[in-house]
């Protein structure tokens, strides 16, 4: 079983950065691609980023593109999300979730290929 802890989320202002940190306990994650999602009040969880085993493939929403990057540093087991000029629109819990499947190198946009979650951190960034 693989436990996902998410971190670094805060209440940042409009124009503001924070970084994400997806940590990886019980199990290495280092060979299976990780994604974040994100979830705002009253709405369905949806795509932020996803990451390939390797990090040869970074796959982004296009609401984040060009403001959020998708890091792995597999000596740590950790996954990572950048996210600069923040936006009001970006408040939401943001999730981390791995794909178990080996060396996986297709892009994961949907919720249901991702088997393992973790509880999520809130960000909340004001106008």
């Known amino acids: 079983q693989v436990q996902l802890v998410e971190s670094g989320g805060g209440l940042v202002q409009a124009g503001d950065s924070l970084r994400l940190s997806c940590a990886a306990a019980?199990?290495?994650?280092?060979?299976?691609?990780v994604g974040w999602f994100r979830q705002a009040p009253g709405r369905e969880r949806e795509f932020v980023s996803s990451?390939?085993?390797?990090?040869?493939?970074?796959y982004y929403a296009d609401s984040v593109k060009g403001r959020f990057t998708i890091s792995r540093d597999l000596g740590m087991n950790t996954v990572y999300l950048q996210m600069n000029s923040l936006k009001p629109e970006d408040t939401a819990v943001y999730y981390c979730?791995?794909?178990?499947?080996?060396?996986?190198?297709?892009?994961?946009?949907?919720?249901?290929?991702?088997?393992?979650w973790g509880q999520g951190t809130q960000v909340t960034v004001s106008s």
């Open positions: 979730g791995a794909v178990a499947i080996a060396y996986d190198n297709r892009a994961r946009f949907e919720e249901d290929e991702y088997d393992f």
């Open positions: 019980g199990r290495t994650i280092t060979l299976y691609p």
């Open positions: 990451i390939t085993w390797n990090g040869g493939g970074t």
